[in-house]
């Protein structure tokens, strides 16, 4: 379930941090987190699930789109994906592949009051245009 609340606490903050004014953007609900839009620009915000599930699915996109089909299809084989896929998370991290206007990713905590075990929530920004 997606908290709203949370979403807009991390672009707040990330508006306050990067000089933004905040009431300029509206705020939709995805599958994943929020976009939030201006007339001039997009943000994803999302927590560190939803990151993770998106990059997985973009990086499954762009081995299909991009690698696998300038490859003969009987050498579709020898193609590591999963290898391929850690590679770009440990060399470049989600943030390239991500925020397609600039490719950084903008990480925000949120305290967690309810698990001892993890006091802090991870969330995410990326600028998409």
């Known amino acids: ?10 672009f707040k903050t990330h508006c ?3 000089g933004l004014t905040y009431d300029e953007y509206t705020p939709v609900e995805t599958s994943g987190g929020a976009i939030f839009a201006s007339d001039a620009e997009e943000y994803s ?3 560190e699930d939803s990151a993770d599930e998106m990059f ?3 990086l499954d996109q762009h081995i299909e789109d991009c690698i696998l089909s300038e490859i003969p299809e009987h050498l579709h084989y020898y193609f590591d994906s999963h290898s391929f ?3 770009v998370q440990i060399n470049d991290g ?3 592949t991500m925020a397609s206007y600039d490719g950084h990713e903008h990480e925000y ?3 967690n009051p309810e698990d001892c075990q993890y006091p802090h929530i991870a ?3 990326y600028r998409i245009n």
């Not at 379930?1 to 991390?10: A, G, P, Q, R, T």
């Open 109 to 111: 905590f949120i305290p």
């Open 85 to 87: 896929k850690r590679d």
């Open 94 to 96: 989600r943030g390239p």
């Open 1 to 10: 379930m997606i908290d709203m609340e949370s979403l807009k606490m991390v």
């Open 45 to 47: 915000v999302m927590d």
């Open 56 to 58: 997985n699915d973009m």
């Open 16 to 18: 306050e941090e990067n």
């Open 123 to 125: 969330y995410y920004v």
